[in-house]
């Protein structure tokens, strides 16, 4: 019966995370393209889904653990679980400050094309899905790859606040805009390092090895 719960369990946290992950494309996308209905959507209703989607997994969980008391694996896995649901909705609050920094942007001219930061998102949104794959199959390796990964985005993230700095420096008119992008790429960096989280919880998961905190090295 519990091996049956796990299984909708896993179910739950693979839509929840979809809907996270399409936040964070779109507002990242609809920002390039400008579009400020869907950046408002973001703002006032996906943000609302996301947060009833925690509320109602972090009660299943609680419920299992009232209702069958588990222990050793079962129960991290049940502690894993909420955890990661704490981090989606954090990720989630991530994409809506995305979001409200691109209607800003939307309503100036752009200081620089998108190049870089469009690679930080596709890197970091890689980096989500694998994580939640990670545990959904319990697959050690995956998750240690995702936390190699996080060196990539952060490299972008340097990358990104160096030419705008520079950026910012010669041009004084475009401080305001630069500092969204930065804020932007701030955003991407943090949900990069909450799948990091979610990837050291199946490390623990799985092995009941503790990999917080560099500990893994």
């Known amino acids: 019966m519990f091996s049956e719960k796990i299984v909708l369990l896993k179910k739950g946290i693979i ?15 609809r920002t390039m393209k400008r579009d400020e209905a869907v950046l408002h959507n973001i703002i006032e209703k996906e943000e609302a889904v996301a947060n009833k989607y925690e509320i109602e997994f972090d009660e299943t969980c609680v419920n299992y653990i009232a209702r069958y008391q588990p222990v050793g694996k079962n129960l991290r896995m049940i502690i894993s679980a909420i955890k990661m649901s704490n ?3 954090r990720m989630a609050d991530h994409a809506v400050n995305i979001a409200q920094n691109g209607l800003f942007l939307i309503s100036h ?3 620089k094309p998108f190049v870089d930061i469009p690679k930080m998102s596709e890197c970091t949104v890689g980096m989500l899905r694998e994580s939640i794959k990670s545990f959904v199959t319990e697959d050690i390796c995956l998750a240690k790859k995702v936390l190699e990964d996080d060196n990539v985005v952060d490299s972008f993230k340097i990358k990104v606040v160096d030419e705008l700095t520079s950026i910012m420096s ?13 804020n ?9 390092d909450l799948a990091t989280n979610i990837c050291e919880d199946v490390i623990y998961l799985a092995d009941g090895v503790v990999v917080k905190h560099n500990l893994l090295k």
């Open 15 to 29: 839509d929840y995370a979809e809907h996270v992950e399409r936040m964070i494309v779109e507002s990242l996308e």
């Open 87 to 89: 981090d989606l909705e």
């Open 109 to 111: 001219p752009f200081v």
């Open 170 to 182: 010669d041009e004084h008119k475009t401080v305001g805009r630069a500092l969204r992008l930065i």
């Open 184 to 192: 932007i790429a701030s955003n991407l960096e943090r949900i990069a």
